[in-house]
Nanobody, 133 residues
């Protein structure tokens, strides 16, 4: 069974940091692009960051550029999201998702989240991030 499990969420003060992990089981991530998405109560799901299978191509949404960094360790079958300078508006449930790379990383270009979010077909259960003083 293909499964992704997120961890690392929690409560943090504004300006603090968290590192989320996304561990895969039942399959190897070597040929998959990975996206991190988030959804706050009452809001639509939005793409945060994505990374190609090799890690050579990444993309970060404008609200998190310069603060979040996505990375991966294929030997550990895990993808990470380092989140620094957290703001209250970053509060959300964070999900990782996997998709065969050829769908969302065309021609070695940067990976795509919207409008291809529905192509990500393996999702984790989510981890809550709350930024509050």
């Amino acid at each position: 069974q293909l499964q992704l499990v997120e961890s690392g969420g929690g409560l943090v003060q504004p300006g603090g940091s968290l590192r989320l992990s996304c561990a895969a089981s039942g399959f190897t991530l070597d040929y998959y692009a990975i996206g991190w998405f988030r959804q706050a109560p009452g809001k639509e799901r939005e793409g945060v960051s994505c990374i190609s299978s090799s890690g050579g191509n990444t993309k970060h949404a404008d609200p998190v550029k310069g603060r979040f960094t996505i990375s991966r360790d294929n030997a550990k079958n895990t993808v990470y999201l380092q989140m620094n300078s957290l703001k209250p508006e970053d509060t959300a449930a964070y999900y990782c998702a996997a998709v065969p790379e050829q769908i969302v990383v065309p021609d070695q270009a940067r990976c795509i989240m919207e409008p291809l979010t529905d192509e990500y077909d393996v999702w984790g259960q989510g981890t809550q991030v709350t930024v509050s003083s």
